[in-house]
């Protein structure tokens, strides 16, 4: 399982970024697709998740309103569209696969996926 994350960059308060993670294999073979973040000093935290059936999503609380996630079941690749971003939001982000789950909410913690992309940096600095 292979998942290549990119789209990071630096950017200034307030402004865009999306983010990209490519799967390897069938989409179908995962149950989730999610994006953490690390900053430096502080634990991985999830940020957003989705679905790859039915896309359903999940966000932080601190993203909401301002990120939105979304699949491409036929390209096999989940976008992170980040909008207003905040000095706080700086960190790398990792995109994840959850393969185990079979149903029910989003898996959003850590621990519940089993394979990780290598991570794109975010910096927002004025």
């Known amino acids: 399982v292979q998942l290549q994350a990119s789209g990071g960059g630096l950017v200034h308060p307030g402004g865009s970024l999306r983010l990209s993670c490519a799967a390897s294999?069938?989409?179908?073979?995962?149950?989730?697709i999610g994006w953490f973040r690390q900053a430096p000093g502080k634990e991985r935290e999830g940020v957003s998740c989705?679905?790859?059936?039915?896309?359903?999503?999940s966000y932080a609380d601190s993203v909401k309103g301002r990120f939105a996630i979304s699949r491409d079941n036929v390209k096999n690749t989940v976008y992170l569209q980040m909008n207003n971003l905040k000095p706080e939001d700086t960190a790398v982000y990792y995109c994840?696969?959850?393969?185990?789950?079979?149903?029910?909410?989003?898996?959003?913690?850590?621990?519940?996926?089993?394979?990780w992309g290598q991570g794109t940096l975010v910096t927002v600095s004025s």
């Open positions: 294999g069938r989409f179908s073979d995962y149950y989730a």
């Open positions: 989705i679905t790859t059936n039915d896309g359903t999503a």
């Open positions: 994840a696969a959850d393969e185990k789950t079979a149903s029910g909410a989003v898996p959003d913690l850590v621990r519940q996926y089993e394979y």
